[in-house]
């Protein structure tokens, strides 16, 4: 029996684009995590009471098209930064200086849709009110740093 020397490349590509999609993202691989963001600066950004993401691997990813950032430090110290599409100013990107290795997108973006599973739940104290919290997901009052 013979195996293949190399394993067949994926055709598991992620697109995602912003709603005007001049803004574009890619992956090859799938995401690796995914959390709720309940945190007052994506609310401002996204306009949604909060935000979903998946996470990739950053190695693995690019972007294209012109995009601004928004650069914020949160309160517990950590840089972080949401990069917006200069022509529609749809939030597609989140990138968290305390995690260099990943990069979050707004989850409704992607496309096939992955799976939407989020165990973590982060920003919790700055939630809206009428947003409840599910059973058995990890929340996190803060940041996850
Ligand atoms: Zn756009
Ligand atoms: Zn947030």
Redo the contacts with the bound molecule.
Sequence with gaps: MTTAPNPAPTSATMRAH??????CFESTSAPILQLVCHCTQCREVSGRPFSNFSFFKVRDTQTSGAHRSVAFTADSGSKTVREV?V??G?MLIDRTEGFPKVVGVVHEAISPQPLFNPVHHVWAESRLPETALPDGVTVYPRGAV
Excluded at 18 to 23: I, K, L, S, T, V
């Design positions: 912003c709603h005007c999609g001049a803004f599409c022509a529609c749809d």
